[in-house]
């Protein structure tokens, strides 16, 4: 894979591109990660025909980590790199974790430009949202109530990035980065002066015309994958259709936790290849 930078108005964002593939494809990362991971994964993308894109989103270096980080930026941001990658074809768009909210997002600001759409470890976020007054779904997301504390950042810092590696082991149980892997994340981490957390302040912003924006129905066919062990978000149970209207498909996968992509790479691919070229609705 090579990488290579798109110099927009907010400045040079870096991605990890596939060298062939006739058909684009956009890939957003979520948190706690960064393209470098995926690269199995995009591999086996390209492998299909696919031509695959993977940035660093704002907040992870080396793109810009200034904020803000609010969904509205993160819209505009990938626009933006998509007007320089493939201004004129539509792509299809694949989003795990907060890759996936920011992909319902793009869905519903500029549906025009996408084909087709598949989200990992992320239902809807207004099905999200509903899922949060589960107990279950409420414990398993105590992260995000750490992520507002001020001086949180010495917390995650500590012992070498330890909280962090703790949530990889139990969203994704039985899975771990290499230890080259864990360095490259730990090492981006640092260097974004962990902008990644400012995501989820930014939630706190989050006004009812964003609301109102994510209720309107979703046009670009799409695909949830879930992993049947994920404990970081867990697979959805409820009935979401009225969310969507276009092609919607939900499926959860057994065996494989949050980061579902890494875990079964040749087996989510071809599950997302498979939707993305198919042509009957």
Request: charged share 20%.
């Amino acid at each position: 894979m090579e990488h290579t930078t798109f110099p927009t108005d907010a400045g040079a964002f870096h991605a990890l591109a596939t060298a062939s593939g006739d058909r684009p494809l956009l890939f957003l990362h979520g948190f706690p990660d960064h393209p470098p991971t995926g690269k199995p994964f995009f591999e086996a993308l390209a492998g299909r025909g696919h031509r695959v894109l993977a940035p660093w989103l704002r907040g992870y270096a080396p793109s810009p980590i200034d904020g803000p980080y609010d969904i509205d930026t993160h819209v505009a941001d990938v626009l933006a790199l998509l007007d320089r990658w493939s201004p004129n074809t539509p792509v299809d768009i694949v989003g795990h974790d907060w890759g996936g909210v920011i992909a319902y997002a793009l869905c519903n600001a500029a549906p025009a430009r996408f084909a087709r759409a598949v989200t990992l470890a992320m239902p809807h976020p207004l099905t999200f949202l509903r899922q949060l007054r589960q107990p279950a779904q409420l414990r398993a997301s105590w992260y995000m109530a750490l992520f507002q504390l001020p001086g949180c950042e010495r917390i995650i810092k500590a012992r070498d990035y330890r909280l962090i590696d703790r949530l990889w082991r139990r969203w994704s149980p039985g899975f771990q980065l290499d230890a080259e892997q864990r360095r490259e994340l730990h090492a981006c981490l640092d260097a974004s002066k962990l902008g990644p957390i400012a995501y989820y302040r930014a939630l706190l912003k989050t006004s009812r015309a964003d609301l109102k924006r994510a209720a309107q129905p979703i046009t670009v066919p799409l695909l949830a994958l879930h992993g049947e062990q994920d404990g970081c978000i867990l697979p959805p149970t409820l009935d979401d259709r009225n969310r969507f209207a276009g092609p919607y498909e939900r499926v959860v996968f057994p065996g494989v936790g949050h980061f579902l992509h890494l875990e079964a790479p040749a087996e989510i691919a071809e599950r997302v290849s498979g939707w993305v070229q198919n042509t009957n609705g």
